[in-house]
């Protein structure tokens, strides 16, 4: 049997470091960067952090009790709602309580499957729209600037009208601007203070230009009654139950976080997955075989004939999830794993080092996709793999994420052969998702 791949993955120190360390230097502009050995074999580490008290936790049980069992003595922290409100306000993605119970009741119906069936027409036709421009000799392609590209296509083709606002080239700068700042920002907020740090001003701009942008398609559709898109939809829908400017006011936040975060998690798993591929040219013959059978059928149902690229996506999804962390505040005292977690304390978790830890997975850091085979997966615990997070506060998208994805790299293994070119290998970076570090070039030919 052929020795598995180990793909890239950043630099481990050999104990847990300062805490002061993190915010300067390399750790400062990447998450997932010095991560100590014993953080993938110990299952709870506590650390006192600018006057917090955050327990890093991977414990499945325990991370189960936060996320499902006792879900509502667990928050989104308030210092990161505070972070990210700017930018979403006080849409889905931020809201708690009774709030994002009604808003999610909104938007839940736009990603039924039957619903993200729908869809999958308008995906595949975006994803050969832009196909159809590619070079057909053997040049290097940055996969990472076309993945986002697809999924920016994708998202205002399926969710905002096909709007050519939200596919400018100047868009996709302004939202790196604001997840690259955002992914700084952890000493300015923890500190109490206002600027982002580092990047600011960008962020401050894109944060306006979406605003701006999404403002005014949501009094388009206001003024028309509503539309035949989702945008439209989530428009007339909190118009419905707010005052009017509330209802605005929502609808940017939502758009905002849908749109943000509903191509650049997806970009990122397309691109971590294709460099996957690209580094195993007998795995790649194997995927395009099946890629070229399933898409002669409908597209609506075209994931259940792509088990085996399913089953790669997941393990991609497993090395690399778009999402390396999540926190939450304790609101009351509160026992998990057998210790005192205080009200008021950080619970963190990261889906980054979940997903390597060498007590949940043989061989954590090995390329692996059979470990995702029906029953192995059906023996994993439930709460060990959290690509979507997971309880009521799962990504509602998931499963339009999963579709997506599947309908394009099934394209582009139709279309084309990707292979690794000559030199060092990509770095992941987490800021508030996990990107490579210098995109993600690659040898992009005709078949």
Not at 280 to 309: F, K, Y
Request: glycine share 8%; with cysteine.
């Amino acid at each position: 049997m052929p020795a598995l791949l180990i793909p890239p993955y950043p630099h481990r120190s050999s104990d847990w470091a300062p805490v002061w360390t993190a915010f300067v230097g390399r750790r400062a502009n990447n998450s997932v960067h010095g991560w100590p050995e014993d953080a993938f074999q110990s299952t709870w580490k506590t650390r006192r952090v600018f006057g917090y008290t955050v327990h890093v936790v991977s414990d499945p049980d325990a991370i189960g009790r936060v996320l499902l069992d006792n879900k509502t003595d667990y928050e989104r922290p308030a210092l990161v709602r505070k972070l990210l409100g700017a930018a979403l306000g006080d849409g889905l993605f931020n809201a708690e309580g009774e709030s994002w119970r009604e808003q999610r009741r909104i938007v839940a119906p736009t990603f039924s499957p039957a619903a993200v069936s729908g869809f999958a027409n308008v995906i595949a036709e975006a994803t050969s729209a832009r196909v159809a421009r590619w070079r057909t000799d053997k040049a290097p392609m940055d996969m990472a600037a076309e993945a986002t590209g697809t999924t920016m296509a994708i998202i205002a083709a399926t969710l905002f009208g096909g709007d050519a606002r939200l596919t400018a080239p100047a868009a996709a700068g302004h939202i790196t601007a604001m997840l690259d700042a955002a992914g700084r920002a952890r000493v300015t907020a923890l500190l109490g203070l206002r600027s982002l740090g580092p990047g600011s001003g960008r962020a401050r701009a894109g944060g306006r230009f979406l605003r701006d942008t999404l403002g005014a398609m949501a009094d388009e559709r206001a003024a028309a009654g509503g539309g035949n898109d989702f945008y439209g939809g989530l428009v007339a829908a909190l118009h419905a139950r707010y005052p009017a400017a509330q209802a605005r006011e929502l609808a940017i936040d939502n758009a905002v976080a849908f749109y943000v975060a509903g191509h650049e998690t997806t970009a990122n798993a397309l691109t971590w997955t294709i460099y996957l591929l690209a580094a195993q040219p007998e795995l790649q013959e194997e995927l395009r075989a099946e890629a070229q059978t399933a898409l002669v059928g409908e597209m609506g149902d075209i994931d259940a004939r792509l088990p085996r690229l399913r089953a790669v996506l997941d393990e991609s999804l497993r090395l690399y999830p778009p999402a390396p962390r999540l926190d939450r505040e304790a609101m009351a005292d509160d026992e998990l794993a057998g210790r005192t977690v205080r009200r008021g304390d950080l619970v963190s978790i990261w889906p980054y080092v979940l997903h390597r830890h060498r007590a949940l997975w043989d061989e954590p850091d090995a390329f692996d996709p059979d470990r995702f085979a029906p029953d192995r997966r059906a023996a994993m615990h439930r709460h060990q793999y959290l690509p979507f997070g997971a309880g009521p506060r799962v990504c509602v998208g998931a499963r339009f994420a999963i579709v997506e994805a599947l309908i394009v790299l099934a394209h582009w293994l139709e279309a084309r052969r990707f292979a690794v070119r000559p030199g060092p290998p990509p770095v992941p970076v987490g800021r508030v998702t996990l990107r490579p570090e210098r995109g993600m070039p690659l040898a992009v030919s005709a078949l």
